[in-house]
């Protein structure tokens, strides 16, 4: 199973960024999946995750701003991400049931 993340960028506060999470090589629909961050001197901590059919679970201190979404006809999952905040700057990595990760795409929240 191979990940593909994408849509990392800078933004300003109070910006917004849509993450997507491309899957190859297994069968996306029969596996949950989940976003999760990790801030320079911190532990990756979970962000989003969904399940194969499709409920949905965010950490506190996103809820309200975030959402995750799927795709199984294309093999994707998505992390809306508004009203951003400084301190979500994190690499942010998709998952398949913490057993296969993607490469991480750098969210940065500056002004």
């Known amino acids: 199973v191979q990940l593909q993340a994408s849509g990392g960028g800078l933004v300003q506060p109070g910006g917004s960024l849509r993450l997507s999470c491309a899957a190859s090589?297994?069968?996306?629909?029969?596996?949950?999946m989940g976003w999760y961050r990790q801030a320079p001197g911190t532990q990756r901590e979970l962000v989003a995750r969904?399940?194969?059919?499709?409920?949905?679970n965010h950490a506190d201190s996103v809820k309200g701003r975030f959402t995750i979404s799927r795709d199984n006809a294309k093999n994707t999952v998505y992390l809306q991400m508004n009203s951003l905040k400084p301190e979500d700057t994190a690499v942010y990595y998709c998952?398949?049931?913490?057993?296969?990760w993607g490469q991480g795409t750098q969210v940065t929240v500056s002004s």
């Open positions: 090589g297994g069968i996306f629909s029969i596996n949950g």
């Open positions: 969904i399940s194969r059919g499709g409920t949905a």
């Open positions: 998952s398949q049931d913490r057993v296969y």
